[in-house]
Nanobody, 118 residues
Framework: QVQLVESGGGLVQAGGSLRLSCAAS????????MAWFRQVPGKEREVVAA???????HYANSVKDRFTVSRDNAKNTVNLQMNSLKPEDTAVYYC????????????WGQGTQVTVSS
């Protein structure tokens, strides 16, 4: 089992920055792949950024060069630094975890709202 708790969402003007954090507990964090997803009403949840247990990173095209995902295995946290925010980044952001070898994202946080005003 992995428990995830997000923090850091809020309201920001377009062009601004926010940093989301996700604290994990319950399993050896270094053996877990992590990701950030987001969802807006009426749309499917989409992956924003992922970071594997080895540190390999992947980003959605829509956030490349603006968002940076990082992890601190000593503190059991994963962060998402979001710069140059746009109104279309407005969504509920979720932290997710996947055990090594699993095909799907097994564990989810409760979500944190990010609102970008124009």
């Amino acid at each position: 089992q992995v428990q995830l708790v997000e923090s850091g969402g809020g309201l920001v003007q377009a062009g601004g920055s926010l940093r989301l954090s996700c604290a994990a507990s319950g399993r050896t964090f270094s053996s877990v792949d992590m990701a950030w997803f987001r969802q807006v009403p009426g749309k499917e949840r989409e992956v924003v950024a992922a970071i594997g247990w080895s540190g390999t990173r992947h980003y959605a095209n829509s956030v490349k060069d603006r968002f940076t995902v990082s992890r601190d295995n000593a503190k059991n946290t994963v962060n998402l630094q979001m710069n140059s925010l746009k109104p279309e980044d407005t969504a509920v952001y979720y932290c997710a975890a996947k055990l090594i070898g699993d095909s799907g994202w097994d564990y989810w946080g409760q979500g944190t709202q990010v609102t970008v005003s124009s």
